[in-house]
């Protein structure tokens, strides 16, 4: 069974927006928290948003804070990530994984997808 799905990264200029997609299985999704991810080569896997089972929770890594936008849409099973005004610096392979409680330590996911590539560059 494939568990979580990752779609809608590509390739996109500074300044631009991207709205990646997470696609999960009910039992990665339901009472679950889902969390964005991401890792560049050489690197640990880095928290970016999370989002807790109602939605009304939500947590952002300080340097995505107010242009990142984490939403949840249970009737879908999916979770999105709304990314604005893009840096060269959120190049990364972006994965969401899910977690029966919130945690920061990507150790800790029990679930995880396969990632989808975003890269800012003129």
Not at 23 to 41: C, G, K, L, M, Y
Not at 57 to 71: A, H, L, P, Q
Not at 86 to 105: F, G, I, M, N
Not at 106 to 115: H, M
Request: net charge neutral.
């Amino acid at each position: 069974q494939v568990d979580l799905v990752e779609a809608g990264g590509g390739l996109v200029r500074p300044g631009d927006s991207l709205t990646l997609s997470c696609e999960a299985s009910e039992r990665a999704f339901n009472a679950r928290v889902i969390t964005w991810f991401r890792q560049d080569p050489g690197s640990d896997r880095e928290f970016v948003a999370a989002i807790n089972w109602s939605g009304q929770m939500t947590s952002y890594d300080s340097g995505v804070n107010g242009r990142f936008k984490i939403s949840r849409d249970n009737a879908k099973n999916s979770v999105y990530l709304q990314m604005n005004s893009l840096k060269p610096e959120d190049t990364s392979l972006y994965y969401c994984a899910s977690s029966t409680v919130y945690t920061r330590r990507a150790q800790s996911y029990d679930y995880w997808g396969q990632g989808t590539q975003v890269t800012v560059s003129l």
